[in-house]
């Protein structure tokens, strides 16, 4: 099930000679309870690309966004991206899940989240 989503975040940054990975905010990533090197999906709202990587943290204070190696072939700078990750829920709990929403502004700053912003601020990854 869905985990959690960082809503139309704009891409800053491309790099084709990264190893691999999507660079994030350390702030976006606590907010979203999204740990480093955790599998995220990316679906670039601009150019209807997507595909799936990890995330990496980026800077204290810095709001870019940067795809990495062959990433940076399908993500431009400028870009819209939703980023999104996936957790296994036991049966009996499904109907409790609720994902951990991040709504960003042009500038990656947090507009708002639904009300699973308020809850742990991490969590295990997917089979975790």
């Given at each position: 099930?869905?985990?959690?989503?960082?809503?139309?975040?704009?891409?800053?940054?491309?790099?084709?000679?990264?190893?691999?990975?999507?660079?994030?905010?350390?702030?976006?990533?606590?907010?979203?309870?999204?740990?480093?090197?955790?599998?995220?999906?990316?679906?670039?709202?601009?150019?209807?690309?997507?595909?799936?990587?990890?995330a990496i943290e980026?800077?204290?204070?810095?709001?870019?966004?940067?795809?990495?190696?062959?990433?940076?072939?399908?993500?431009?700078?400028?870009?819209?991206?939703?980023?999104?990750?996936?957790?296994?829920?036991?049966?009996?709990?499904?109907?409790?899940?609720?994902?951990?929403?991040?709504?960003?502004?042009?500038?990656?700053?947090?507009?708002?989240?639904?009300?699973?912003?308020?809850?742990?601020?991490?969590?295990?990854?997917?089979?975790?």
């Open positions: 099930m869905l985990a959690s989503k960082i809503h139309r975040a704009t891409v800053t940054g491309a790099d084709l000679e990264y190893e691999g990975s999507l660079t994030v905010p350390p702030h976006l990533l606590e907010a979203a309870g999204i740990v480093p090197y955790e599998a995220i999906h990316v679906w670039d709202v601009t150019r209807g690309s997507r595909l799936e990587t990890y980026g800077l204290p204070n810095s709001n870019d966004i940067c795809a990495n190696g062959a990433a940076a072939h399908l993500i431009h700078p400028g870009d819209l991206v939703i980023l999104a990750t996936y957790c296994f829920v036991p049966e009996p709990e499904v109907d409790q899940h609720q994902p951990r929403l991040v709504f960003v502004d042009e500038s990656n700053q947090i507009v708002h989240g639904g009300p699973e912003l308020a809850g742990p601020q991490r969590r295990s990854p997917a089979g975790g």
